[in-house]
T-cell receptor, first 114, second 112 residues
Framework: GAVVSQHPSRVICKSGTSVKIECRSL??????MFWYRQFPKKSLMLMAT?????????EQGVEKDKFLINHASLTLSTLTVTSAHPEDSSFYIC??????????FGPGTRLTVL | QKEVEQNSGPLSVPEGAIASLNCTYS??????FFWYRQYSGKSPELIMF????GDKEDGRFTAQLNKASQYVSLLIRDSQPSDSATYLC????????????FGSGTRLLVRP
């Protein structure tokens, strides 16, 4: 299947700092990527849709100034959690569409904010 | 509000049996329906998707879709202990964005 990578896989940071998570499609170009968040024992919640060359589309209730998304190329989208707080601790997962509508997920990034 | 309902389980089946996972959805405009498997602490893995009414088979997996009843299911034949995971049902919305709406998942336990 298609390969989507994320970096880092795990990050621990202090409250108030910013964290950048990268999502890459390794063997295909992805004009659209998605960012999800998953809390323990909960399902995935879509945060935003990342479109190459344009602004991200955020889901209702997601603060766009806190979760900055940049999709600068057809193989890379980044999510920056700004001024992270303990309640932002979660499992962040990206996905990419290779051939619509198939969507493949990255391995996820576990963020812990102290 | 668009909803996807799944029985949280756990659904326990013996090794070699057929596991049947069910899902109902509220958005009549949904076009495609995905099944993902998620192991604890890992990200979802795509099993298969279906967009036409009826059955679609892929190896030991069969997806069934009934749009009139807003119901989609996944059958796993010859269940193996390695199939023990949470299975997520995810329809797309009616728009062309391919956004997925995830259910809370059904935990499957295959007993050796």
């Amino acid at each position: 299947g298609a390969v989507v990578s994320q970096h880092p896989s795990r990050v621990i940071c202090k409250s108030g700092t910013s964290v950048k998570i990268e999502c890459r499609s390794l063997d295909f170009q992805a004009t659209t990527m998605f960012w999800y968040r998953q809390f323990p024992k909960k399902s995935l919640m879509l945060m935003a849709t990342s479109n190459e060359g344009s602004k991200a589309t955020y889901e209702q209730g997601v603060e766009k100034d806190k979760f900055l998304i940049n999709h600068a190329s057809l193989t890379l989208s980044t999510l920056t959690v700004t001024s992270a707080h303990p309640e932002d601790s979660s499992f962040y997962i990206c996905s990419a569409i290779r051939l619509a509508p198939e969507q493949f997920f990255g391995p996820g990034t576990r963020l812990t904010v102290l | 509000q668009k909803e996807v309902e799944q029985n949280s389980g756990p659904l326990s089946v013996p090794e070699g049996a057929i596991a049947s996972l069910n899902c109902t959805y509220s958005d009549r405009g949904s076009q495609s329906f995905f099944w993902y498997r998620q192991y604890s602490g890992k990200s979802p893995e795509l099993i298969m998707f279906i967009y036409s009414n009826g059955d679609k088979e892929d190896g030991r997996f069969t997806a069934q879709l009934n749009k009139a009843s807003q119901y989609v299911s996944l059958l796993i034949r010859d269940s193996q202990p390695s199939d023990s995971a949470t299975y997520l049902c995810a329809p797309t919305g009616e728009d062309s964005s391919y956004k997925l709406i995830f259910g809370s998942g059904t935990r499957l336990l295959v007993r050796p």
